[in-house]
């Protein structure tokens, strides 16, 4: 089963506006983690944030935590062509067994 | 290796058909993952190890997936009689450890299709 749910499912912009997806989980965890994905590629770890983390940056890259309402975003700024792909959230949840549990992702896609 | 590596890349499957998907991790990862991913969907999580041992297979949708990692290096994951809904990317990754903050890295995944 999956516990993250992004929002939105899909997502279109021009190069140099900035992107905005959500993730929104269920239960504790001990950090929530993005990954982006390019058509037919494997998973690329971007930014890991920790549950007791409200905002982290890497780049371009700024991504908030907030565990009250358990939910994530992630900011991609000034966006390039290249940043076309899918990207997801990931729980490590604080109840250990299991490893990260992934959402369904939100499509970007960047026009030029 | 840089990365971890996944074989084949691509594979094309008769229904019934046993198949097997290799994964070398990244040398000394002690944790190694097993993940479906079905068109469209995000990941889901199949089964874990650490080192040799298969900690959690909870994930694996029946008993004809079968995982394997005998020496706590290379992991091979099987299929037995193969079904159409079987038809996904098989993806693997693999830590340093289990535990909170430890990047997790993939692979590039196996395409099965079972024709």
């Known amino acids: 089963s999956q516990q993250g749910e992004e929002d939105p499912q899909a997502l279109s912009i021009q190069e140099g506006e900035n992107a905005t997806m959500n993730c929104s989980y269920k239960?504790?965890?001990?950090?929530l983690q993005w990954y982006r994905q390019n058509s037919g590629r494997g998973l690329v770890h971007l930014i890991l944030?920790?549950?007791?983390?409200r905002e982290k940056h890497s780049g371009r890259l700024r991504v908030t935590l907030d565990t009250s309402k358990k939910s994530s975003s992630l900011l991609i700024t000034a966006s390039r062509a290249a940043d076309t792909a899918s990207y997801f959230c990931?729980?490590?949840?604080?109840?250990?067994?299991?490893?990260?549990?992934f959402g369904k992702g939100t499509t970007l896609s960047v026009s030029s | 290796g840089a990365g971890v590596s996944q074989s084949p890349r691509y594979k094309v499957a008769k229904r019934g058909q046993d198949v097997a998907l290799r994964c070398d991790p990244i040398s000394g990862h002690v944790s190694l993952f097993w993940y479906q991913q079905a068109l469209g969907q995000g990941p889901e999580f199949l089964t874990y190890f650490q080192n040799e041992a298969q900690l959690d297979k909870s994930g694996l949708p029946s008993d004809r997936f079968f995982a394997e990692r005998p020496e706590g290096s290379v992991s091979t994951l099987k299929i037995q009689r193969t079904q159409q809904e079987d038809s996904a990317v098989y993806l693997c990754?693999?830590?340093?450890?289990?535990?909170?903050?430890?990047?997790?890295?993939f692979g590039e995944g196996s395409w099965l299709t079972v024709v």
């Open positions: 990754a693999s830590s340093q450890q289990r535990g909170p903050g430890n990047t997790i890295y």
């Open positions: 944030i920790r549950s007791n983390e």
């Open positions: 239960t504790s965890i001990n950090n």
């Open positions: 990931a729980t490590d949840e604080a109840q250990a067994g299991t490893a990260l549990i």
